[in-house]
C-alpha cells in the first residue's frame, strides 16, 4: 500500500468482507437481490424519507431525480456555482441548461438571496425553471429553513444533491430529505461507500417508482423484453449494496472520527491569523470534509503554499471545488456572482479528514502543518 495519506480514503475492515462475503455466497450477485432490498430500506429510514432506490452512481441519482420532476429538454435548472461537475452534467445530460448561482462565503453553501433575486429575474424574462439543485457542501446541510421558501413561492421543485452529506442534519432533519427528492453518493471518497454508487430517496411513491423503472432499461412488466421509452442501466448491484450495508452500520462512528479530525483542525488553527474553518459552526454537519480558507493579507502565507509543504510530506489536499463558471465546458453559462465561490477555490484548502486516517496519520498530518506554521512564524519575525 502507498504510504500517502490521502484525503479521504475508504474506510472499510472485517464487517464489510462479511457482509460481500455472505452476499457472495448466496449467489446474488446481479443488481436484484435481498441485500439490495434492504440497502434501500435502511438508507430510506436512516434518512427519515418512505423510501429508497439504490443506482450506480451519485450522478445517476442526479439524472433520474431531474427526469423525475419533470426537467425537459431546453428547461432552465439553477445549479450552485461551487460544486462538484456532475450536479451540472445531470442538467446536461437531460438537454436542460443549468444557470449557476454563487456561494455564501462562510459555508460555501447556495447563497439563498442571491437565489431568490435569480429566480425573480428568471421569471421576469419568462423562463421556465425546471428544478432547483441545492449541494450540501463538504457535509453541511444548506439552510433549508431559508431556501424551501424561496422555492415554494416560485413553484420550483427542488432536487437535493445531498451526495457528500449523508449523517449530517438541518434543524434535526437529515440531508437527502428535503425537497421532492435527494440524492446521495457512496463514492470511494464519500463518508460511506459501496466502492462506487448511489441511492434517490424520497417520500413520493411515484417519484421513486419512476426512478427505478428508468434505471432498468424502462423494461415493461412482461415476459418478454419489452420497452416503450429510453431507460437506463443504472442499478445497484446487490454486492456492493451488501457492502454499503455494513458500511451504514458503522456510519455513526465514522462522523465521529472526522468530528474529531476537525477539532484537532480547528484547535491548531485557533490562534493563526486570516485562517478560517469553511462551515466550522454547523454542529449538525458530518465534517465529511474539512476545508480551510487562508487570508494572505493576514496570514502571510497562501493555502497553496500549506498545500505544496504537505504534499511534498506525501499528504494529500485540494483546492476547494473550480466554481462552474470557470470551467471551460461551462463556458459562456448564465451566471449570478458575488465572487464568494472565486475566492474560496483562490484562498481554500482541503485538508485529509477520512475516519480510516490512524492516529500515527494524524499525528503527522498536525506535525507536517505545525512545521509549516512555525517557519512562516520565524520567517516574519525574524
Known sequence: ??????????????????????????????????????????????????GAVAVSSGTAALHLALLGVGVGPGDVVIVPTLTFVATANAVRYIGARPVFVDCDPHSGNIDVALLAELL?????????????????MFGSCVDYTALLPVCAEADVPVVEDAAEALGAHHHGR???????????????????????????V???????????????????????????ETGFNY??????????????????????????????????FAAVP??????AEDAEANCWLTCIRVDQ???????????????GR???????????????????????????????FADGLTLPSGSALTEQQVTSVLGAIDEFLAARVGATTG
Open 174 to 200: 437529515a440531508a437527502g430529505s428535503f425537497g421532492r427528492i435527494g440524492a446521495l453518493s457512496f463514492n470511494g471518497n464519500k463518508i460511506i461507500t459501496t466502492s462506487g454508487g448511489g441511492m434517490l
Open 202 to 228: 424520497s417520500d413520493d411513491p411515484a417519484l421513486l417508482s419512476r426512478a427505478r423503472h428508468l434505471a432498468t432499461q424502462a423494461r415493461e412488466p412482461t415476459p418478454h423484453y419489452e420497452h416503450r
Open 274 to 279: 486570516g485562517v478560517e474553518l469553511i462551515g
Open 297 to 311: 493579507r493576514r496570514s502571510g502565507w497562501r493555502a497553496a503554499e500549506l498545500g505544496a509543504h504537505l504534499a
Open 120 to 136: 425573480g429575474r428568471l421569471r421576469e424574462r419568462g423562463e421556465r425553471v425546471a428544478a432547483v439543485v441545492p449541494v450540501d
Open 314 to 344: 506525501g499528504i494529500e489536499t485540494r483546492p476547494v471545488w473550480k466554481p462552474m463558471h470557470r470551467q471551460p465546458v461551462f463556458a459562456g453559462a448564465e451566471s449570478l456572482l458575488t465572487g464568494a465561490a472565486d475566492a474560496l
Open 1 to 50: 500500500m502507498s504510504r500517502t495519506i490521502y484525503l479521504s480514503p475508504p474506510d472499510v475492515g472485517p464487517l464489510e468482507e462479511s457482509y460481500v462475503l455472505a452476499a457472495l455466497r448466496s449467489g446474488w450477485v446481479a443488481p436484484v437481490g435481498p441485500d439490495l432490498d434492504a440497502f434501500e430500506s435502511e438508507v430510506a429510514r436512516r434518512v427519515g424519507t418512505q
Open 235 to 268: 442499478r445497484l448491484s446487490n454486492l456492493l449494496a451488501a457492502l454499503g450495508r455494513a458500511q451504514l452500520v458503522r456510519l455513526d462512528g465514522m462522523i465521529w472520527r472526522r468530528r474529531q479530525l476537525r477539532e484537532h483542525y480547528a484547535k491548531l
